[in-house]
C-alpha cells in the first residue's frame, strides 16, 4: 500500500422504494433494496424480489449497488451508486416499465479540490402517467458536464442561454405561476434574478428531466411535476448538488384523495472526502 495516499472516507447511499399510505388504511412501505459503503469503502448490494401492497402499489423488482475504491491507475478514489426499479405501477396511475438513478465521482488523491461527480446514466424507460407517454426532456448530460459546484457556478454566471433555462424549469422568481400545493418542489420560486447560482447552505436543486408533455384538463404540468386530479403530485426527477455531494432521486409521488401517502423509488447519493488538511 502506498503510504503517501491521504485517507478517504467514502460515501454512497442507495434506496430502491420506500413509502407510506395513510388513507384508506395505514400501512409502511419499508424501505427496500437498500445499499451503502462504509467510509472505508468497499461493495455493497441488494435486492428486493417482486412487490404488492394490495391493488395500491407494486413492482417487478428492486435492485442497487454501492461501490468505492481507490484506483492506482488514476491515483483517484472512485465511488459508483446505482439504483433500478422494474415494473412500477402505482394505483395504475403511474407506470413505468423501468428507471435507473446513477451516481459517479472520481476524487484525484493528489487534487484536494472538488471531484467529478456525475448523474450519468440516470433514465427512464417508458414512464406512463394518466394514460399519457411522457415525454422527458434529459438534462443529464448538462450535469455530466458541469460535474463540479464550481464548474456550475461559473456557466450559470456566464451562459445566459443556460442561465435562462435554469430559470426557467424552477420557476425561479415565479412563485405566482405556481399552484401553491407545489411550492414544495420549487425551493427558488421567490429568489430574484441574478447571474449568481441560487443556492442554500452551499447546495442547489436542479430538474433532471423536464416534462413536455402539455398541461391538460385534470393533468397540470409545471417543469417535472405532473398534478394529477383526484391522484397527487409526481414529482421527477430530482437532483441536488453540492461540492462535495450529489443527490438523484427518480421518483417521489404525494398521493392525495381518495388514497393519501406518499412513495420514492431511485434514490442515490454518494462521493466523500479526505480528511487531511490542504496546509498547516
Not at 445499499?35 to 435486492?47: K, V
Not at 447571474?195 to 447546495?203: A, F, K, Q, T
Not at 441536488?240 to 401517502?261: K, N, Q, W
Amino acid at each position: 500500500m502506498n503510504t503517501n495516499i491521504p485517507r478517504f472516507l467514502y460515501h454512497a447511499h442507495a434506496m430502491g422504494v420506500s413509502g407510506r399510505i395513510t388513507r384508506p388504511f395505514e400501512e409502511v412501505i419499508d424501505v427496500q433494496a437498500v445499499s451503502g459503503l462504509p467510509p472505508a469503502g468497499g461493495y455493497s448490494s441488494a435486492r428486493k424480489d417482486s412487490y404488492r401492497l394490495r391493488e395500491v402499489f407494486s413492482h417487478g423488482g428492486a435492485h442497487s449497488e454501492a461501490t468505492g475504491s481507490y484506483d492506482p491507475n488514476k491515483n483517484a478514489f472512485e465511488t459508483v451508486v446505482t439504483s433500478t426499479v422494474e415494473g412500477y405501477n402505482l394505483c395504475n396511475v403511474v407506470l413505468a416499465d423501468s428507471f435507473t438513478a446513477r451516481i459517479t465521482s472520481v476524487h484525484p488523491a493528489s487534487n484536494p479540490d472538488e471531484p467529478r461527480i456525475t448523474p450519468q446514466g440516470s433514465m427512464f424507460e417508458k414512464l406512463r402517467i394518466a394514460g399519457k407517454d411522457i415525454v422527458l426532456e434529459s438534462l443529464v448530460d448538462d450535469y455530466d458536464k458541469l460535474d463540479s459546484m464550481s464548474k456550475l457556478r461559473e456557466h450559470y454566471k456566464n451562459d445566459a442561454s443556460f442561465r435562462e433555462a435554469f430559470q426557467r424549469n424552477t420557476f425561479l422568481g415565479r412563485e405566482a405561476e405556481l399552484p401553491e400545493a407545489k411550492y414544495r418542489y420549487f425551493p427558488w420560486r421567490r429568489y430574484q434574478k441574478t447571474d449568481e447560482l441560487p443556492e442554500c447552505r452551499g447546495m442547489t436543486v436542479v430538474p433532471l428531466f423536464v416534462v413536455k408533455n402539455p398541461s391538460s384538463p385534470g393533468f397540470e404540468v409545471h417543469g417535472n411535476v405532473i398534478h394529477v386530479q383526484d391522484f397527487g403530485r409526481i414529482h421527477i426527477g430530482d437532483l441536488i448538488i453540492s461540492a462535495y455531494e450529489r443527490r438523484v432521486t427518480m421518483l417521489h409521488v404525494d398521493l392525495g384523495s381518495p388514497i393519501d401517502g406518499d412513495v420514492s423509488a431511485a434514490s442515490v447519493d454518494g462521493n466523500g472526502g479526505t480528511t487531511d488538511p490542504t496546509g498547516p
